[in-house]
T-cell receptor, first 114, second 112 residues
């Protein structure tokens, strides 16, 4: 069974630009969560989607948004990029919402903002 | 404000010995705790979990202990193996959703 895939794996952007990251969950998984990992803050929860609806949202500004499609694939968007947005963005999928034990992470997208 | 803290950024242990990774939390509403392991260039993988109604959970070489009164949990790996070398993250959640709150991780190095 294929794992969680994230594209692109690496991305370089400049301040003020916007970026869209993509996540394809494991087949059959309907919940997708996004996390940001930085050296200073560690892993921080961004948001969770289940059946195309956002269930939970972390403490991030409105520049961070996401969506989920009917095939459970998810995208996250960051607008007006700032230097501090440089991070590893991880996506995780699980069969159902609220089931962290079955959450599988993708390898992440490394975003660098110059 | 970091609600889950892993105060040791790194730990080095000899192969065959016990590795003890510690985690403290501040939110008394947390009722579910997890440990993840992360290798470089890979996403974290779930290792073991414990709910607040238990004080211990075992899975092979891995045991997690929870001390609710101290708001402290620990992961014991016995015996440690070189393949255990990775970054270990502690996470906690509250019901009904499961927005995980992670610690910053502890890098474990198991030397032969």
């Amino acid at each position: 069974k294929a794992g969680v895939t994230q594209t692109p794996r690496y991305l370089i952007k400049t301040r003020g630009q916007q970026v869209t990251l993509s996540c394809s969950p494991i087949s059959g998984h309907r919940s997708v969560s996004w996390y940001q990992q930085t050296p200073g803050q560690g892993l921080q929860f961004l948001f969770e989607y289940f059946s195309e609806t956002q269930r939970n949202k972390g403490n991030f500004p409105g520049r961070f948004s996401g969506r989920q499609f009917s095939n459970s694939r998810s995208e996250m968007n960051v607008s007006t990029l700032e230097l501090g947005d440089s991070a590893l963005y991880l996506c995780a999928s699980s069969l159902t919402a609220g089931d962290p034990d079955t959450q599988y992470f993708g390898p992440g997208t490394r975003l660098t903002v110059l | 404000d970091q609600q889950v803290k892993q105060n040791s950024p790194s730990l080095s242990v000899q192969e065959g010995r016990i590795s003890i990774l510690n985690c403290d939390y501040t939110n008394s509403m947390f009722d579910y705790f997890l440990w993840y392991k992360k290798y470089p260039a890979e996403g974290p993988t779930f290792l073991i979990s414990i709910s607040s109604i238990k004080d211990k959970n075992e899975d092979g070489r891995f045991t997690v202990f929870l001390n609710k009164s101290a708001k402290h949990l620990s992961l014991h790996i016995v015996p440690s193996q070189p393949g255990d070398s990775a970054v270990y993250f502690c996470a906690a959640s509250t019901p009904p959703g499961y927005a995980l709150n992670f610690g910053k991780g502890t890098s474990l190095l198991v030397t032969p």
